[in-house]
């Protein structure tokens, strides 16, 4: 260690207590009239921040030399298991280079779905929130359509969940009709909403159209907060039938755990889907859509039709897991479709890697069951949350498994050319 880094992290140390002293240090009693010095807390954040100054600089420095982070930490040879386990680059008998290894990734999806269904056996608590972050493994999947693949950055997101779950509520009000009936209903609605979103920004790019998808998502919401006649308004819709099983009767842990084995059906059907549509026609053009407009078009791909692929696919999913949303809390209103959740479903895209199946999977674990384990520390549960996210894109700011091209290379050495 260097002496400058010392003095630097030194710095940042005396800055930091600096900063918190009147919020950790200082404690006023009213009642007594007395303050209570917590000088304890202070050393407690001196040392904090000064070994984490110290680490911070001393990873970045790696970074900058070129050197792996997990290369330095664990060695050369677990780092090249972990590639290969997460589908990263694997080599053939003849020879050819690819960054993909199906064996492992179809092994390692295994092993994640023999783990979800025996979770109910074990901890109803576990299956509740699980069910909750394979929701958004849903959400996560569909957005990844429009922007992963496509690259069309999409603010509004959270509007075609509100329309899958405001059309099976309403339609069992005033129609009777049952939850499988309302599935594909949910997202086909869905799917007319995202074409008609795509119709006026056909042109717009970036952060224009960003700015349209996000006016687009709170329109969305404040109809359903202010057309009473239409949605109940903020007082929202209660007692929305949960999902049926051949007429009988379930109690509320058994619902809940057949609403949870059936969403685990959805997410694995949103992966098989996703994973097809990636590596069709459809997926290559949007693909070559997120790279280049201009150079897309020449090759004679139509921009327009491949666009409103791209907006009705990703809100069928978002629809499909509304009608799930509804089905399992019984009860929605507009508040529960805020621009947080497109927030977070974005983030749930952005840090698993933007195109990668597998990382929007642990994106969504982590975003969602992250903040419900870390309860136990109170008031520091999002302060941990929000600097492990901020550490997270420093150092890996493609993900946590970055979606790289496929690349063929012939070695010339197996092949014997």
Sequence with gaps: MKLTEIRKSLLVSVWFVFLTFPILVIKVNTIEHTINWRWKNMIWVAVISFFGSWVWRYFQTNKEAGASIGNRLFGNRPMAAIRSILGMETTTKDGVVRESNPRMQIALYGCLLAAGL???????????????????????????????????????????????????????????????????????????????LGVPVLRLRGDYLAIVTLGFGEIVRIVLENWNAFSYGPSGIAQIPKPGLFGMELTSQQGLTYIYYLTIGLAVL????????????????????????????????????????????????????????????????????????????????????????????????????????????GNYRMLIFGASMVIMMVFRPKGIIANVRKIYRIDAETTGR
């Design 270 to 377: 949103a992966v098989f889907a996703t994973y097809r549509v990636q590596n069709s026609r459809i997926g290559r053009a949007l693909m070559a859509m997120r790279e280049d407009e201009i150079a897309c078009q020449a090759m004679g791909i139509d921009i327009t039709r491949t666009k409103l692929t791209a907006f009705s696919l990703s809100a069928t999913w978002a629809g499909i897991a509304g009608v799930f949303f509804a089905a399992k809390t019984s009860f929605i209103n507009p508040q529960s479709f805020t621009f947080m959740e497109s927030a977070i479903i974005l983030s749930i895209v952005v840090l698993g890697g933007m195109g990668s199946i597998l990382g929007v999977i642990i994106g969504a674990l982590i975003l969602i069951l992250m903040p419900e384990y870390l309860r136990e520390v």
């Design 118 to 196: 025996a979770l109910p056996f074990i901890d109803q608590y576990q299956t509740t929130i699980l069910t909750t972050a394979l929701m958004y493994v849903i959400l996560g999947l569909g957005l990844n359509i429009a922007v992963g693949l496509a690259g069309l950055l999409h603010l509004g997101y959270v509007a075609f969940y509100a329309v899958g779950a405001y059309t099976y509520a309403l339609l069992n009000i005033h129609y009777g009709i049952g939850f499988w009936t309302a599935i594909p209903i949910g997202g086909f609605f869905a799917a007319i909403f995202g074409i008609a």
